[in-house]
């Protein structure tokens, strides 16, 4: 069983910058596939991005493409983040996820392990 705890989440102006971090527990960190997701009053969770296990694949909502960078640290057991010209649509809890197996999508059914969410809101 994997234990993920984020932290970085605030409020900030429309432009701004924020960066989440995802500090994961387990030998098998290195192996798994990150993802992160956000969530909305009365909405389904939304996929937001996702990095294989070694770092060198990624993936982006198109929404957010081009303004948000994930990336992971294994020798730290984290997984970031980086939001940059942050919208105020991008408010939201974001959660970090991580795959039971090496592989996955960008369903919430293709992960097994969640953190408790932190909350960022954007401001206009």
């Known amino acids: 069983q994997v234990q993920l705890v984020e932290s970085g989440g605030g409020l900030v102006q429309a432009g701004g910058s924020l960066r989440l971090s995802c500090a994961a527990s387990?030998?098998?960190?290195?192996?798994?596939?990150m993802a992160w997701f956000r969530q909305t009053p009365g909405k389904e969770r939304e996929f937001v991005s996702r990095?294989?296990?070694?770092?060198?694949?990624?993936y982006y909502a198109d929404s957010v493409k081009g303004r948000f960078t994930i990336s992971r640290d294994n020798a730290k057991n984290t997984v970031y983040l980086q939001m940059n010209s942050l919208k105020p649509e991008d408010t939201a809890v974001y959660y970090c996820?991580?795959?039971?197996?090496?592989?996955?999508?960008?369903?919430?059914?293709?992960?097994?392990?969640w953190g408790q969410g932190t909350q960022v809101t954007v401001s206009s």
């Open positions: 387990g030998r098998t960190f290195g192996r798994l596939l």
């Open positions: 990095i294989s296990w070694g770092g060198g694949g990624t």
């Open positions: 996820a991580a795959s039971g197996a090496s592989y996955g999508g960008s369903h919430v059914s293709e992960y097994a392990y």
